[in-house]
């Protein structure tokens, strides 16, 4: 079954700003589902479609089989969103922002105040909860909207740019709560600048750019597609220039660090062998970039090499 | 259409608006019922025991009705018009927006709390007036459905209001250069027979003026207009202005991209 299906999906704002040119992708029920792309790609027009924010040029979208033209209320009570910019009122307490939030959904309130209290807990705001939300930190008014999104216990839970300024503490702790709602059979779709966090959470991912796809497939294939990684390696010794190392692309760094591009499929342990026999001695390797970051990069940056006039 | 789901989505509206407007007291309560008391000082104690008595009425009881229903209409508009662009600007209307709520219940909602307050500050407005002069509801009936309609009529012209608003100042402009002199000449003060012909028939386009002079038919007894105009003029205002809210919530005018 699919969670969200959406079929040439477009948008052109009366400015004449073509925001979406046709977007087609399915999200397969309980997957963990990366949306991804440059600023001003065309995702959260999209996400503001599929949640009736905004209204779209043409296309169809249908959640959980509901269509949002025929059938907008059922397609609504399987929806929970977490927007980007924090849109809480600030003036109302943390516990009634989820209590009332309930209530839209038609949850009755003595259920409103249980699941308040597990969902609060569980993000670790039960104790803010006769708290204003303006009297809360940036991650804590994250962390209330991400309550406030699954107080109906949605099938589908869209989170954009859930993590943005929140210490990596708090942010780790928010992809466990993620991964455990998911284990639960949520769905989530996920959108977000930090790619470690996608290529650590999503099994799936799409890639848009200027309002098309560009990319959409299992995690695991996107990053296989990757033909070159670039590592850092931290040298026991100082060296004073980069080693010549036959088949390998070398850059000295500093005087403890080289950087070394590799081609997909290549073997690791020549380059060793190389830099052993030269008298290089390593004692750590890390990716340069993470994986899905350099095949992002690749992509939009390829994209745009493409474009006519590029090349000046 | 899910009527449960919708019915707990209009409590939850209404509740919410009921603790905003009590959170605030200081600006939703108190400024009306210090106005309406020196209006009631000024105009009724101190200028009306120089004008003498209106329509067989001495000038205080005259205008005390007229005090009430100006306090009911502009705090009904008031109140939905800051608490829903409120939600607009900062955003968290999006909360409703997202929810399966249909938009007659979010309109329903916010109508209810202005009137909620209106009724609320024309309550008080009418203790207060007690202690300047004597009241006795002639027409119960006609005293309380007219301040309902009424209250109605001002709550949905301030969910347009909010809905059409771009910035703050555009709040205050309906209210200044329209509402406010609406009512000062919807026979608030005065009843029309004293004005020249001319204006009497101006006057009786001022839909506000058959709110007062009803609602001053069913606390005094005396009035201006037909009461059954009143009741046409009033209702129709309600199903032209509800009609309009729905056009433009289902539009997502001023809400959706």
Redesign the interface.
């Known amino acids: 079954m699919h969670a969200l299906s959406i079929r040439d999906l477009r948008k052109t704002?009366p400015n004449g700003v073509e925001a979406l040119k046709g977007i087609d992708f399915t999200v397969d029920a309980g997957d963990f589902y990366a949306l991804l792309g440059p600023n001003g790609a065309g995702k959260t027009?999209a996400i503001?479609i599929i949640?009736?924010?905004?209204?779209k040029s043409s296309g169809s979208v249908e959640i959980f089989g509901h269509s949002i033209d025929r059938e907008?209320?059922?397609a609504?009570?399987c929806?929970g969103?977490v927007?980007q910019?924090v849109?809480?009122?600030?003036?109302?307490t943390v516990l009634?922002?989820v209590v009332?939030?309930a209530?839209?959904?038609?949850?009755?309130r003595r259920l409103a105040h249980e699941r308040a209290e597990k969902y609060l807990t569980a993000l670790r705001l039960w104790d803010k909860r006769s708290e204003p939300a303006r009297n809360l930190s940036g991650g804590m008014k994250r962390r209330l909207m991400i309550a406030?999104a699954l107080i109906h216990e949605p099938k589908l839970l869209i989170l954009d740019e859930p993590t943005a300024g929140v210490d990596i503490e708090i942010r780790r702790s928010m992809w466990e709560f993620m991964r455990e709602i998911n284990r639960a059979g949520t769905t989530i779709i996920l959108t977000t600048h930090y790619l470690e966090e996608a290529e650590s959470l999503c099994r799936h991912v799409a890639i848009i750019d200027e309002g098309t796809i560009i990319e959409n497939a299992s995690m695991s294939s996107v990053l296989r597609k990757l033909q070159r990684e670039v590592f850092v390696l931290s040298l026991r010794d100082a060296v004073s220039e980069a080693p010549q190392l036959d088949g390998f692309e070398v850059t000295r760094i500093d005087e403890c660090e080289l950087e070394v591009a590799i081609d997909a499929g290549k073997d690791l342990n020549r380059l060793f062998a190389a830099l052993s026999a030269q008298g290089i001695s390593v004692i750590s390797l890390r990716n340069k970039a993470n994986r899905l970051e350099e095949m992002f990069m690749g992509l939009v940056e390829g994209k745009q090499a493409t474009r006519p006039g590029a090349a000046a | 259409?899910?009527i449960?789901?919708?019915?707990?989505?209009l409590?939850?509206?209404v509740?919410?608006e009921i603790?905003r407007v009590l959170?605030i007291w200081v600006q939703t309560i108190v400024p009306p019922a210090i106005t309406m008391t020196l209006y009631f000082i000024i105009f009724g104690n101190l200028i009306g025991s120089r004008i003498g008595p209106m329509d067989g009425y001495d000038y205080m009881q005259y205008i005390a009705p007229g005090l009430i229903m100006m306090s009911v209409i502009t705090n009904s508009y008031g109140n939905v018009v800051s608490s829903f662009f409120g939600?607009k600007f900062?955003?968290?209307v999006?909360?409703?927006?997202?929810?399966?709520?249909?938009n007659a219940t979010i309109i329903l909602g916010h109508v209810a709390g202005g009137v909620i307050r209106g009724l609320l500050v024309g309550a008080l407005v009418t203790v207060i007036a007690l202690f300047f002069t004597e009241l006795r509801i002639e027409h119960p009936l006609v005293t309380f459905s007219m301040v309902l309609l009424s209250s109605t009529v001002f709550a949905l012209a301030g969910f347009i209001n909010a809905m059409f608003a771009r910035k703050f100042d555009d709040i205050s402009i309906i209210p200044t250069f329209v509402l406010t002199p609406l009512t000062y000449l919807g026979g608030v003060f005065y009843s029309i027979s004293l004005l020249p012909e001319f204006w009497q028939k101006v006057s009786l386009a001022n839909p506000i003026l058959y709110m007062v002079n009803a609602f001053r038919y069913g606390i005094l007894g005396t009035s201006d207009i037909t009461i059954t105009h009143a009741y046409v003029i009033v209702l129709l205002f309600v199903a032209i202005l509800f009609s309009t809210c729905m056009l433009l919530m289902n539009r997502?005018v001023g809400i959706?991209?």
């Open positions: 704002y027009t503001g949640c009736s924010l905004t209204q907008l209320e059922a609504k009570s929806l969103l927007p910019e849109n809480l009122n600030l003036f109302d009634n922002i009332n939030q209530g839209y959904y038609g949850i009755p406030r | 259409m899910n449960a789901l919708n019915w707990v989505g409590r939850t509206i509740i919410k603790v959170r939600a900062a955003r968290h999006e909360e409703m927006l997202v929810s399966p709520m249909s997502g959706r991209g």
